[in-house]
């Protein structure tokens, strides 16, 4: 049934929802820590165990599927709900803080990546 | 045309789903026929919603971009933080878990990094501006982090009113430059692989810019990048208000 899928997709999101939120009471910040990320394992774990096949193989699956395969349209509906007419009205301060804080992030990329790197290729040689 | 309105404003989810898929069509024709597949169908899908954002927003003097149109309300669910997130995790379907271990020192420090970088960036140009008061620095700082850590540091540390919009505006710019010049930049700063997507949403925080650059730039990315974005806001939210405000304290 194409439903369990949906149902399982929906379990994790909610209990993923429900420890971000705790979370972010327990360290005292108004903002939910990491739900969608901790959902994402969830549902890494049950996809990856025998236990939860009947939610995860064949229809049910696809219900998994369609989500996913959702993410782009609903990605575009949400650049589309974005406040840019605010953003274009932030004048010259806001603008150069966004521009600055993105084009330093980039740069950091491949340098933060190969220092991952750099600890897995020695777990591989030994 | 009354009949038609109504009919728009009573199905405006199916009515997104419509208009959406419209975009959808006309952006992967464009991308194939004008760009030869260079520019990916989605980047243009989202350029275009971003296009469409800032008129709907200009029209209507709303804050939720086209939705604010009465008969597009339906973007608004559609690309509201609810569905955002349930198909965020739907992209974790079928990912390893051990392509996550393999990067999730480098994820967590690049969480860290992400938010102390953006956030010094951000206050050094609030300085270069003018601004000398601590809570103020630290706002516009934070807002460089996401457009939620900027308000809700700037209320904990009770920044003028002005400030906050301020900060919110800028993590706009953040994040509509991170959907837009993802793609851009992909090759340049080695965005491949899972692994550095990890990094990459780790740095940028911003969980719908990450969503969207990464759509534009490869969508077997999607989920290792949103996996660490999502954890950014709440890191940031829990540093703005307290060490960073200290130490901007100290210094000013």
Redesign the interface.
């Known amino acids: 049934m194409i439903v369990y899928g949906v149902a399982l997709?929906?379990v994790?999101?909610i209990l993923?929802?429900i420890v971000?939120d705790t979370?972010?009471v327990l360290?005292g910040?108004?903002?939910?820590?990491?739900?969608?990320?901790i959902?994402?394992?969830l549902?890494?774990?049950a996809?990856?165990s025998d236990r939860f096949k009947s939610l995860?193989h064949d229809a049910a699956?696809s219900g998994?599927?369609f989500?996913?395969a959702?993410?782009?349209?609903?990605?575009?509906?949400?650049?589309?709900?974005?406040?840019?007419?605010?953003?274009?009205?932030?004048?010259?301060?806001?603008?150069?803080?966004?521009?600055?804080?993105?084009a330093?992030?980039?740069?950091?990329?491949?340098v933060?990546?190969k220092?991952?790197?750099a600890?897995?290729a020695k777990g591989e040689e030994a | 045309m009354e009949i038609i309105e109504s009919v728009f404003v009573r199905n405006n989810l199916i009515v997104a789903f419509a208009a959406v898929g419209m975009v959808m069509w006309i952006s992967y024709f464009l991308a194939d026929r004008l760009t030869n597949g260079r520019i990916h169908g989605s980047a243009i899908a989202i350029a275009l919603g971003l296009l469409a954002a800032y008129f709907g927003g200009v029209a209507t003097g709303g804050n939720t971009g086209v939705a604010d149109v009465a008969l597009l309300g339906g973007i608004g669910l559609m690309g509201g933080g609810m569905m955002r997130d349930f198909a965020i995790v739907a992209t974790a379907f079928g990912v390893h878990l051990s392509e996550l271990k393999k990067a999730g020192m480098a994820g967590v420090i690049s969480i860290f990094a992400g938010v102390i970088v953006s956030f010094v960036v951000g206050a050094a140009i609030a300085v270069m501006f003018g601004y000398t008061d601590a809570a103020e620095i630290t706002t516009i700082g934070a807002g460089a982090v996401t457009y939620i850590v900027g308000p809700v540091t700037g209320e904990a540390i009770g920044a003028s009113n002005e400030v906050i919009t301020l900060s919110v505006a800028a993590g706009l710019v953040k994040s509509i430059l991170v959907m837009i010049g993802t793609p851009l930049v992909a090759k340049l700063i080695g965005l491949d692989n899972p692994q550095s997507a990890m990094v990459f949403g780790g740095l940028m925080g911003t969980t719908s810019g990450v969503a969207a650059g990464l759509a534009a730039t490869d969508p077997k990315l999607v989920p290792y990048g949103a996996m660490t974005a999502t954890f950014y806001t709440g890191v940031g939210c829990l540093l703005g208000p307290s060490i960073l405000f200290f130490i901007v304290s100290a210094m000013f």
């Not at chain 1, 910040?29 to 990320?37: K, L, R, S, T």
């Open positions: 997709l929906s994790c999101l993923g929802m971000g979370l972010g360290l910040v108004e903002a939910n820590v990491g739900g969608v990320g959902a994402m394992l549902l890494v774990l996809s990856n995860t699956g998994i599927h989500w996913s959702m993410y782009i349209p609903i990605v575009v509906a949400m650049a589309a709900r974005q406040n840019v007419a605010a953003a274009v009205d932030g004048g010259m301060l806001a603008l150069l803080a966004g521009v600055a804080a993105v330093v992030s980039f740069a950091l990329v491949p933060l990546s220092m991952g790197k600890p897995a």
